[in-house]
């Protein structure tokens, strides 16, 4: 399907053509997150409406310059927001260890123990 035609309705304010295209592309779009980013099929819904909700804002301020390529800048918009997501989540994750996780240091008792046994040969 020709979704260059999708710039077109936009800019012109077809709604009707881009809820049409838009229908159309979104399975699209859910289908690449779920196969290509293994993500959930709610995760990929979420990820494909927030990209196509700032392409669509981007398609209305012109910058889009080659609308043969909009299916392929949709499709990076989806990749970079989910990988945005994940490095964010791993960010958070990272952030929020458990105390059963944590350790004390163990060099200044290695060192005391290191001393009672010399003490203790001598």
Request: proline share 3%.
């Amino acid at each position: 399907m020709d979704y260059s035609k999708l710039v077109t309705a936009l800019r012109e304010n077809n709604t009707q053509k881009a809820n049409e295209l838009i229908e159309t592309l979104r399975p699209r779009l859910m289908a690449f997150l779920r196969v290509h980013m293994n993500r959930s099929e709610a995760d990929a819904e979420d990820c494909a409406q927030d990209a196509l909700l700032s392409s669509i804002e981007s398609i209305k301020e012109g910058k889009v310059n080659n609308p043969n390529q909009v299916v392929s800048y949709i499709l990076s918009i989806c990749k970079n927001n989910y990988l945005k997501k994940k490095k964010k989540k791993r960010a958070e994750s990272v952030d929020e260890i458990p105390d059963e996780h944590q350790h004390a240091p163990n060099q200044l008792q290695s060192l005391l123990d290191e001393e009672q046994e010399r003490l203790l040969e001598w």
